[in-house]
């Protein structure tokens, strides 16, 4: 498997410009994360999904941010419009719930290579 | 889920073993211990995790104490490519799907 896969992998753009971010999943997972990591905040949580369906999305933000999933193979994460404190490095993971063993209580979180967001 | 505390850097000699430490006093009895890490500009890797029982796999070893307030990774054959910052989350593993990532440890391997 080829892992989580994410595009763009740079991107710079300016202030106001719309900005979407994709995301592959590890096929067969069916829970995704969009994670954010600055310098200032460290790794945040944006929001996540369960069986493409949103589940938490209380770490979106603000309305600028906008994050959906059509199908299970893909996800997107929208900013419109962006600003320089956007720039960051935006991560999505993903997850199976179904292979969780209640005993050892697995659900480990498999992290694609990050956007870099640059806005200027 | 519980507070962790982790020491803000470590270094280590290579070849040797690296003891990084987590103090979670707070965690509650259904809470797992998680560690991950993650190398400069990478995404963040899964390292192991556990309950009660200390556990070991290819990759290191996990320590967790009888009262479970504390743990310890280990990696037990340092190498230049362990150089990351190290994790230790706890979180409960049904119907809470979010990983709480702290400023966690950077761990530098000294050749």
């Known amino acids: 498997d080829a892992g989580v896969i994410q595009s763009p992998r740079h991107e710079v753009t300016e202030m106001g410009q719309e900005v979407t971010l994709r995301c592959k999943p590890i096929s067969g997972h069916n829970s995704l994360f969009w994670y954010r990591q600055t310098m200032m905040r460290g790794l945040e949580l944006l929001i996540y999904?369960?069986?493409?369906?949103?589940?938490?999305d209380s770490g979106m933000p603000e309305d600028r941010f906008s994050a959906k999933m059509p199908n299970a193979s893909f996800s997107t994460l929208k900013i419109q419009p962006s600003e320089p404190r956007d720039s960051a490095v935006y991560f999505c993971?993903?997850?199976?719930?179904?292979?969780?063993?209640?005993?050892?209580?697995?659900?480990?979180?498999?992290f694609g290579p990050g956007t870099r967001l640059t806005v200027l | 889920d519980a507070k962790t505390t982790q020491p803000p850097s470590m270094d280590c000699a290579e070849g040797r073993a690296a003891n990084l430490p987590c103090n979670h006093s707070?965690?509650?009895?259904?809470?797992?211990v998680y560690w991950y890490r993650q190398i400069h500009s990478q995404g963040p890797q899964y390292i192991i995790h556990?309950?009660?029982n200390n556990e070991t796999n290819e990759m290191a070893s996990l320590i967790i104490t009888e009262d479970r307030k504390s743990s310890t990774l280990i990696l037990p054959h340092a190498t230049l490519r362990d150089t990351a910052v190290y994790y230790c989350i706890v979180r409960v593993n049904f119907g809470n799907e979010k990983l709480t990532f702290g400023t966690g440890t950077r761990l530098t391997i000294i050749p």
């Open positions: 556990g309950l009660k």
């Open positions: 707070t965690i509650s009895g259904n809470e797992y």
């Open positions: 993971a993903s997850s199976s719930k179904f292979l969780r063993d209640e005993v050892n209580g697995s659900d480990t979180q498999y």
């Open positions: 999904f369960n069986n493409n369906v949103p589940i938490d």
